[in-house]
């Protein structure tokens, strides 16, 4: 199931990052950029992290669900639970943004 356009623009307004967060349709699915740092990914209506080991986040990635973006891929920290409380979303996001960047 492809993700809708309502739920990517749920996220937009639950980051609260403005034109900040953008994002790009990418083989059926979204993917999602802070700064024009690719960040996070909606495949199948849920929230994937684009994590690597250097993030310092808020919530541990340990403690979010993990699950293939798709079929064969590797596990990603899915952050659908963080969409209710922006502000933790928003933190997670910039975060792995700063790490990535680099």
Known sequence: MATDREFVDYVLEQAGLGTRLTFKRMFGEYGFYVDGVITAFAA?????LKASKATNLPVP????????LFPGSKDYAVLDELLDDSDALRQMLLNSAAALGR
């Open 61 to 68: 990635l340990i403690d979010l669900p993990q699950r293939p």
């Open 44 to 48: 199948d209506n849920s929230l994937f």
